[in-house]
């Protein structure tokens, strides 16, 4: 059952990917920006979609040899309640804390809401010790305040 999912996941993945490809290459550059000196804003679109296309036909891949190399047993009673308890309560931790992060960005700022939210998804879906988790999303944080601070100097909030 999880290897359809997965094939399904691809397949729509895939096809999410090449329309945002499509819908990307249609954009137009601002006037002004002279033409093949500046990447203009069909950049960034085109390369998160044709990143998206790779990674869902490697989805799409690696489920098919999966499902060609060993037999899937069929086992319904593998699965105990508490366990579909314990993914239902990640998902809805992790989907509650997506929704309430864009609302925590501007009055707390960048750094500590980036490092709050990084640590709380580490957290809940890593299970990682909390030690970990805290040196990781202090880490990603500081990447990230780098990365769009420092390189694209973009100002955060």
């Known amino acids: 059952m999880e290897d359809k999912k997965d094939l399904v996941t691809g397949i729509g993945f895939f096809s999410l990917g090449m329309f945002l490809l499509i819908q990307s290459l249609l954009l137009e550059n601002y006037k002004g920006v002279v033409a093949g ?13 044709i990143l998206l296309i790779l990674d869902s036909i490697l989805l799409i891949t690696t489920n098919i040899i999966k499902a060609r190399t060993k037999k899937i047993e069929k086992n319904n009673n593998s699965i105990s309640i508490l366990e579909i308890i314990d993914r239902n309560k990640k998902l809805f931790l992790t989907v509650a804390i997506l929704i309430v992060f864009p609302f925590i960005l501007k009055p707390a700022g960048f ?21 970990k988790s805290v040196i990781t999303s202090l880490l990603i944080t500081l990447l990230c305040y780098a990365v769009f601070g420092y390189l694209f100097k973009i100002p955060l909030p």
């Open 111 to 131: 750094l500590i809401s980036v490092s709050v939210f990084t640590f709380l998804l580490l957290r809940i879906l890593s299970n990682s010790r909390w030690y």
């Open 37 to 49: 000196t500046d990447p203009g804003i069909k950049f960034l679109p085109i390369i998160i979609s």
